[in-house]
């Protein structure tokens, strides 16, 4: 079973960038997606971005245009840029890994937009 640790949440100003970080205990090679998603309080997690082993990106559409998916292979880390961040942004980000047997999550990271 991988293990997967988020990082990078904190909280930012309208209008500001994070970099949210996904490590894995194992090549993220071995997945067909990889992806992040979110849930804000009393709300359904949903997806933000996926990327599959084929590198292609798939986006929300409310965050085309400012989200940016990315992975490093040597590093067995998944990236999300988050930039023109709004409040309706804020909420836990999750990082996601699936293959055929199976998927993992990790536990989480806040992100909070406010003034």
């Known amino acids: 079973q991988v293990q997967l640790v988020e990082s990078g949440g904190g909280l930012v100003q309208p209008g500001g960038s994070l970099r949210l970080s996904c490590a894995a205990s194992?090549?993220?090679?071995?997945?067909?997606?990889m992806g992040w998603y979110r849930q804000a309080p009393g709300k359904q997690r949903e997806l933000v971005a996926t990327?599959?082993?084929?590198?292609?990106?798939n986006y929300a559409d409310s965050v085309k245009g400012r989200f940016t998916i990315s992975t490093d292979n040597a590093k067995n880390t998944v990236y999300l840029q988050m930039n023109k961040l709004k409040p309706e942004d804020t909420a836990v980000y999750y990082c996601?890994?699936?293959?055929?047997?199976?998927?993992?999550w990790g536990q989480g990271t806040q992100v909070t937009v406010s003034a």
């Open positions: 194992r090549s993220i090679l071995n997945f067909n997606v």
């Open positions: 996601k890994a699936e293959s055929p047997w199976g998927s993992a």
């Open positions: 990327i599959t082993s084929g590198n292609i990106r």
